[in-house]
Each structure stands twice: as C-alpha cells, then as structure tokens.
C-alpha cells in the first residue's frame, strides 16, 4: 500500500470545517502548529476529545505569574517576588536593569516550558515577531509589553493596534517619543502601515505602494505627535506610562492619500491616533495582511495563487464579520479542511524554540530546583535559542525574523551550515549527554518520563511507533523505523527489551534496572533528534 503522504493529489483549498478521520496523526499535526512540544499522552487526549473540543481548549490563554527576583543585584525586589512593578534603586541602575533583563528572559523560556494545553505562547511569539520590539532600557517596560500582547493574543486586533501604539516599549522602540509637532519622526507611523495593519502592496509610482502613499506615513506621523513616556528607570514611579502632551502635538489638519478617500483628520488631541487607526481598519486589506501572517505561521509560507485566492479572503471576511477577533479566524483555520490536508505536514522548519522545546516539553522535561538555579537554566536556554538565530526579547530587525518574510527561503534560513551543527550539537548535549549544568544540578531530557507515558513501554516496536508519532510530522517509512529500534534493544531480539523494561518496572528506584532503560531510550532520542525529518513540524 502506497502511504498516504507520498499520493500526489491536490492540495485542498476548502475552508469549510474538516470532517474526515480523526487519528493521533490528524491531533499530532494539529498540536504541533499550535504548541511548541506536545506529549504523546496530550496527542492521545486530543484524539479522544475531537477536532472541535480541542481546538477551543486549544484556544485559550491562561493566566501566568510574572517573572522573578532572582539576582542579589537586583537591589529593590526581595528574591522570590517579582520585580514588575519595583522603582529602581536611587544610583547606578544598570545593576538591577541587567538583573531584571536576565529574569525576563528567563520567564519567556520558562512560559513556554510550561505552555500547558494551549496554543498562548505560539500566539505570543507571532506577535513579537510581528510588532518585533526590542527590550527597552527598562525591563519593566518590556514585561509590560509582552503582558500586551499576551492579552490580547486572540483578541481585537484593532484594539491591540491602539494599545501597541501608545505602548511605551514600543514608543522607544520607534522613536514615538521624539515625534513632535516641530519635528515630527515618521518611524512608527511608517511602521504602522508597512508592517502593522495594512502592507505596501506592490509600487505603483515612487511614493505609492498600492495600500497607502508617502503622504500618509507623513500624515500619520503628524497625527501621531505629542506622545511620551514618563517613568523609565524611575525611582519614585513604579512602572513607565505613556503621557499626551498637547504642546508638543500637531493640531493642523492632516489630509490622507486617495487610497483612504482623501479622508481629512483633524485635531482631536489624545484620542487623534484612535481615529486614525479606525480610518485604517475600514480598508479590507489590513484583514487579509493579517490573515496571511497567519498563514505563513500556522500553516504553510507559500502563499500560491489558489492560497490568494480561495483561503486568505475566506478568512479575512471572517475576521471583518467578527469585528476583527483573531479568535474567530483561528478557530475557522483550526478546523477546517485545508489545515488539515496531508501535504502541508512538515512544510514548515522548526524556529529554535521549537526545536528546543519539541525535544524537551514531549518529555515533561522543566527543570526542578530551587528557583535560582530554575531560572540560570532557562537562561541558557535562551542564550541557544539566541546561538541559533533566535533571541526572543531582540529580534533582528524591525520587521522580525526573517525566516518570516525573506523571500523564497523563509523558515529555510533556519538550517545553514552553522546553525545545522549546532541544532545537531544541542539534541546530543540535552538527551545524550549531561544536559545543562547549573550550581552542580543537571537539566536534560527525561527519557524515562516520555518511555512510561507511550501506549506499551515494554513493546520495542510500539515505543518506536509512538516516539515517531510524537516526533515526526509524516511517515518515516519501515527501515528508519527498524533502525531506531536496532537501537532501542541493541540489536537484541525484541523479547529483549520487554523483559528488561518489565525489570525496570518491578524495581522502582533502583538504578541498576533504570539505568540501562534510559540509556537505551536517550541513544534513541539523540539518533532523532539528528533525523531531517524531526526538524520540521
């Protein structure tokens, strides 16, 4: 029988809501493009729950805690409470800035380590990669940012475009705060068109990009003055907030291009901005701008002329008919057919955060120390991720990560010939040798957590079979299989490993009988982990 992935039929553009089987290969697709590691036990529940069920519960965006003092530098929080809402210490406060940056970084890896059922912090790093803020000076800036765009990661996108506006992260990140009626600075208001809400569109004629004209980035800028920032690094306020200056605001009369009706916008002091957002959103092509973004993240980078033509409309009006709730367009992309067709397994390469997290969120791999130590460890988490192009509070460019967006390549320029040996490097450091080495406390994968949890541990052949499931996007074909159980029972017969892990079992907490076991399943993971195939989703 010819595998299902390997018939070549045409890809399914319908959008109406997935009706076929519902098998652990449907749910394992599913979890991958929304999660950054899901377990074979979670694989197992979505396919006992359903299409639908899960992808509601899949929808959701529990609440967390902030990050936390760990450093003695820190100089205002007290270890163990979060620092989110500390002045800063009268002085140098580059101490407790650097302490606070270390935590934050530390809690992003740690969130997604902890991701639970949901698809929030896949959510949380489409928006980071779509607004692309760098950290700010003051990191209690930045945690607020990220709260932003956390809360209203399935929420109203207009909204959302209104509070990032006047977001003081974001003010710094683009110059907002210099934007005055004297002088004004078109980087946000530039920024918010390109790259924001509604896109260039192809050039029509030097100062007009299809979508908006230069006359509208120098409008907006206009629109735009007035905005600063109080509290950065402050000693007295205990969290940065933007601040409306009418002196410092253009209160002339701005004229917007043809391509938003010649539409006039005239003083209206602190709210000027919100009406120029609503002028934005009332042309159809911020929905689709969007809704491509999505695509590429969620589902496939390749925008064919059928993709144009038959998905990113059909999503785009719904998110137009549901006020612009991101919600209601993941929920109709989720379930419907086109998502769920065969050829779009695999097509996308993992980020570094999903490479790293794919390897250690399917073992329930966190690690479980006193809280210094936890947060040092995910801080070298992140400091690999950043080694293999990814850091998540300092993306590139204004225009985030161009594995996003860089034409033909896109989450190609994840693999060259750097960061391929190091992706190699990292699977072997965390499941084949010591893993992360803090204050004399290791952290690496739980192989015999992610043994115990498959369908029949004691089975050579089913261990393999479900560690693919969890692993692989597509069939990997019988010999690759018989390879890697070659490898599980060391070329023994398979009654072999069932009688050494029954052992295992019968001997709890005795290392003569689980250390062979983990070995053996840890040589395993190292052996995938070097696979192509594992590193795609």
């Known amino acids: 029988m010819i595998p299902e992935e390997i018939i070549e039929t045409p890809v399914s553009l319908n959008m109406t809501p997935y009706t076929g089987a519902w098998t652990q290969d449907q749910a394992a697709h599913l979890l991958r493009r929304t999660m950054f590691g899901a377990t074979y036990q979670q694989i197992q529940t979505c396919v006992t729950d ?68 949901s698809i929030a912090e896949k959510m949380c790093l489409f928006w980071q990669n779509h607004f692309a803020a760098e950290a700010a000076f003051d990191s209690r800036a930045t945690y607020n940012y990220h709260n932003l765009i956390r809360t209203y990661a399935l929420g109203d996108f207009k909204q959302l475009i209104k509070e990032i506006t006047v977001d ?18 078109e980087n946000y208001a530039r920024e918010l068109l390109e790259l924001y809400t509604i896109g260039k569109g192809p050039l029509i004629s030097t100062g007009d990009y299809t979508n908006y ?55 209206s002091a602190n709210t000027e901005y919100q009406n120029y957002i609503d002028i934005v959103f009332q042309q159809p092509e911020v929905a689709h701008f969007i809704c491509r973004k999505i695509y590429r993240y969620f589902v496939n980078y390749e925008l064919t002329t059928d993709v144009e033509t038959n998905v990113i409309p059909v999503l785009a009006q719904t998110l137009i008919n549901n006020n612009y709730s991101i919600l209601s367009v993941m929920q109709q992309l989720l379930t419907s057919e086109h998502f769920y067709d065969v050829s779009l397994r695999g097509t996308i390469i993992k980020n570094p955060c999903e490479l790293l997290f794919s390897m250690l969120n399917t073992s329930q791999s966190t690690p479980n120390y006193d809280l210094a130590t936890n947060y040092e460890m995910y801080l070298n988490i992140y400091w690999y991720s950043g080694n293999l192009g990814l850091s998540y509070l300092s993306p590139p460019n204004v225009g985030g990560w161009t594995s996003y967006y860089q034409v033909p390549s896109y989450s190609r320029l994840w693999i060259n010939s750097t960061y391929l040996k190091q992706r190699f490097d990292i699977g072997a450091y965390i ?67 069932t009688t050494q892990y029954n052992d295992y079992i019968a001997n709890p907490g005795n290392s003569t009988f689980s250390t062979p076991v983990k070995t053996r399943v840890e040589t395993v993971l190292y052996r995938i982990f070097q696979m192509p195939e594992f590193q795609t989703i």
């Open 168 to 185: 003081p992260c974001i003010l710094f990140f683009l110059n907002g705060v210099s934007n005055q009626s004297f002088s004004p600075n």
């Open 50 to 117: 359903g299409m639908n069920t899960s992808v509601t519960n899949l929808l959701s965006i529990p609440a967390i805690n902030p990050p936390l003092t760990t450093s003695a530098n820190e100089g205002v929080a007290a270890f163990n409470t979060t620092w989110v809402n500390s002045v800063y210490p009268a002085g140098d406060t580059q101490p407790s800035e650097n302490a606070r940056l270390y935590s934050l970084a530390s809690w992003t890896m740690e969130k997604i380590n902890k991701e639970g059922f």
């Open 431 to 497: 499941s084949l040798y010591t893993g992360i080495l803090v204050n004399g406390n290791y952290f690496k994968i739980n192989a015999l957590t992610i043994l115990d949890g498959l369908s029949l541990p004691s089975s050579a052949p089913q261990v393999i079979e479900d560690l693919c499931t969890v692993f692989f996007p597509k069939n990997i074909g019988p010999t690759p299989k018989l390879i890697l159980k070659a490898i599980l029972t060391n070329n023994l017969p398979d009654f072999e490993w």
């Open 213 to 267: 004209k230069e006359q509208d980035v120098s409008a907006g800028a206009k629109i735009l003055t007035g905005w600063t920032v109080d509290g950065m690094r402050s000693t007295s306020l205990t969290s940065p907030v933007a601040v409306f200056n009418p002196t410092y605001h253009d209160i002339s009369n701005k004229m917007l291009s043809s391509h938003f009706n010649n539409y006039v916008v005239s003083d």
